[in-house]
């Protein structure tokens, strides 16, 4: 009788610009590896309190190399930062491969060039993967408010592609984007799609804790301005009157956050909106678990509006009903069997659909338990496999078609 064969232990490096402990992509990689008996190095930011130097978080090797000010408003700067990562990156990277072998090397965008901070392991065979979690010209467009037809973006273009050129696999994060791509970057038979499907290992049910009578609209992430946050404190001050015992929690930070802070103030909610410091990705579980409402206000006339959302199946795994704004990508995977949509940018749709939300006992319902159903069909532990594999299938140069060319999802109309 045939045996299974042995799994031989690879040597995996990440490389992501990034916090390691908040960012749920990586960690799930890594992880994953790690469980089944492969070394994993990663090389991230070292953000919050953390301290640069050396850590080991669930088997994985972490070396946070550099600080990050996430008030980036000016583009030299936010480069000088990227570049300095990038000849920072690929110093330790080479000396480390020199010392350990690397098998393969997963690096994340953004930026995309960061591909390149592995130059010595491609001079010696090891296989490279680019995963792309933002889309990048459309990305540095939207932050910086520049015209997608500038030099700048055209410039970010060529890099994609050269950046794709140079690696041996591309990861995407969305179908919607992995289409762009492929008309313009990477051959459709190099390009896998894996969404930012929830791990079940970190984002299983909590338990709420709370027993106040406060009710809680919750927003954790990056206060960048496609994120749309002005659009939810508008919404806010329109809730006063009718719900005087709720608060609106933002989680995060960065970005336009002392222009959000100016217009709490303005608008008298100071008690009433908190800003919070964003936290690790076991803590937000938690603070999922005890919230009321999960928001989503992203704008569909910027980057945001192909951006995929992962806090909303992250929102789904706690049991906290959902309200997003219509986007083109959260209606491609969603529907409002769970989640209930209103107008982009419309302050006074988004009020009003938190409020049903929250009034409308059958709706809260309904969109909690198609939710859980969601995130059972749609988990990283059914995607896990795939990925795996596809790891394997690049250190053995094996040519056999692979999973992933798709992200696997029966869109729109999943939890029905």
């Known amino acids: 009788m045939n045996s299974v064969p042995k799994h031989r232990p690879k040597k995996i490096c990440m490389l992501a610009y990034t916090g390691y402990e908040c960012d749920n992509r990586v960690r799930r990689y890594a992880e994953a590896l790690v469980k089944r008996g492969d070394e994993v190095d990663v090389f991230a930011l070292a953000t919050g309190n953390f301290p640069i130097g050396v850590d080991r978080i669930a088997g994985v090797t972490l070396y946070r190399i550099q600080h990050r000010d996430f008030v980036e408003k000016y583009k030299l700067s ?21 010392r350990l072998r690397y098998d393969l090397i997963h690096i994340h965008n953004v930026p995309d060039f960061l591909v390149f901070a592995a130059w010595y392991p491609k001079l010696t065979g090891v296989k490279l993967i680019l995963d792309i979690h933002d889309i990048v010209p459309e990305f540095f467009s939207s932050k910086f408010g520049i015209s997608e037809s500038s030099l700048y973006v055209k410039l970010l273009k060529n890099l994609e592609r050269a950046s794709a050129k140079f690696v041996d696999h591309v990861i995407v994060s969305n179908d919607l984007w992995r289409d762009k791509l492929i008309s313009r970057s990477v051959a459709a038979e190099k390009c896998s799609v894996f969404i930012n499907h929830v791990d079940p290992s970190i984002f299983y049910r909590r338990t709420r804790t709370r027993s106040d009578d406060a009710v809680i609209i919750l927003f954790p992430g990056t206060f960048q301005a496609h994120q749309g946050l002005d659009i ?4 806010f001050s329109y809730l006063q009157e009718r719900l005087p015992q709720a608060e609106l929690h933002l989680y995060g930070g960065g970005g336009v956050e002392a222009e959000l802070r100016k217009q709490a103030e303005r608008l008298g909610l100071n008690t009433r909106i908190k800003f919070l410091a964003g936290v690790s990705l076991d803590e937000v579980a938690d603070v999922m678990a005890n919230a009321d409402v999960g928001i989503v206000p992203k704008r569909a006339n910027s980057f945001g509006n192909e951006a995929y959302s992962t806090k909303i199946m992250e929102f789904m795994s706690q049991g906290l009903p959902v309200v997003a704004s219509r ?26 659909a938190v409020l049903e939300v929250l009034e409308n006992e059958a709706l809260r319902g309904e969109l909690i338990r198609n939710g859980y159903d969601y995130v059972e069909q749609h988990n990283w532990e059914r995607r896990k496999r795939e990925y795996l594999d596809l790891v394997d299938s690049l250190v053995t140069n094996d040519s056999t078609p692979r999973m992933g060319a798709s992200s696997n999802i029966t869109v729109a109309s999943a939890a029905k």
């Open 327 to 352: 986007t083109k990508i959260d209606t491609f995977y969603f529907d409002e069997s769970v989640v209930h949509f209103f107008t982009d940018g419309d302050a006074r749709a988004m009020a009003a």
């Open 78 to 98: 936010y480069l000088w930062r990227l570049l300095r990562f990038l000849l920072v990156s690929s110093f330790l990277i080479a000396r480390r491969h020199y």
């Open 232 to 235: 939810a404190i508008q919404a």
